[in-house]
Nanobody, 124 residues
Framework: QVQLVESGGGLVQAGGSLRLSCAASGRTASRYAMGWFRQAPGKERELVAAISWSGGTQYYADSVKGRSTISRDNAKKTVYLQMNSLKPEDTAVYYC?????????????????WGQGTQVTVSS
């Protein structure tokens, strides 16, 4: 069993930046593909970014491409999502997810473990 704990969310003004962190603990596999999802009120949970176990392959949703960076530090068992130029529409609960295999087009089904989420609120 793997536990994922997100942190770094909070309230930020439009145009600001946040770095979300996801720390893994418990019984873990050596390699996990990781993803960040978000869910706004009344909307479906959507993929924001994904990264392979090595960090060599990344995916970004069009909505955040160019202003977000996903990275990982496997020694710390932590994945990060740096979000810049934040917009009010970025407001959502952000979830970290881990899966045993990389998918070219990651989806919710790609991932086996999920964190509880961290709230990101972007004010105008």
């Amino acid at each position: 069993q793997v536990q994922l704990v997100e942190s770094g969310g909070g309230l930020v003004q439009a145009g600001g930046s946040l770095r979300l962190s996801c720390a893994a603990s418990g019984r873990t596999a050596s390699r996990y593909a990781m993803g960040w999802f978000r869910q706004a009120p009344g909307k479906e949970r959507e993929l924001v970014a994904a990264i392979s176990w090595s960090g060599g392959t990344q995916y970004y949703a069009d909505s955040v491409k160019g202003r977000s960076t996903i990275s990982r530090d496997n020694a710390k068992k932590t994945v990060y999502l740096q979000m810049n130029s934040l917009k009010p529409e970025d407001t959502a609960v952000y979830y970290c997810a881990a899966g045993t295999k990389w998918a070219i087009l990651p989806s919710k089904a790609t991932y086996d473990y999920w964190g509880q989420g961290t709230q990101v609120t972007v004010s105008s």
